[in-house]
């Protein structure tokens, strides 16, 4: 078992930025690839961006690359998420997940999810 708990949602203007942290506990931390998934309202969950274990390799959705940043650090047991140049349609509950097998892209790949933390961005 995996406990994840994401912190580092709020409001930000559009062009803002926001720094979104997903700490975990449980099993070992380094041993699961991770991702970040958002949620808005009305619409279906989708893939955000992902990580390997080591944190050598990333991959990003087309909507938030060059602006998004995926990381982590094995010793803190923490993934981060660092997002820039905001905008109204990044509003979403954002989630942390860490992967099990299967394309990275989908959500059923993983097997350990945190409750989510809210990130709006006014216009």
């Known amino acids: 078992q995996v406990q994840l708990v994401e912190s580092g949602g709020g409001l930000v203007q559009a062009g803002g930025s926001l720094r979104l942290s997903c700490a975990a506990s449980g099993r070992t931390f380094s041993d699961y690839p991770m991702g970040w998934f958002r949620q808005a309202s009305g619409k279906e969950r989708e893939f955000v961006a992902h990580?390997?274990?080591?944190?050598?390799?990333?991959f990003y959705a087309d909507s938030v690359k060059g602006r998004f940043t995926i990381s982590r650090d094995n010793a803190k047991n923490t993934m981060y998420l660092q997002m820039n140049n905001l905008k109204p349609d990044d509003t979403a509950v954002y989630y942390c997940?860490?992967?099990?097998?299967?394309?990275?892209?989908?959500?059923?790949?993983?097997?350990?999810w945190g409750q989510g933390t809210q990130v709006t961005v006014s216009s």
């Open positions: 990580i390997t274990r080591t944190g050598q390799a990333s």
């Open positions: 997940a860490a992967h099990r097998s299967g394309n990275y892209y989908y959500s059923s790949s993983y097997d350990y």
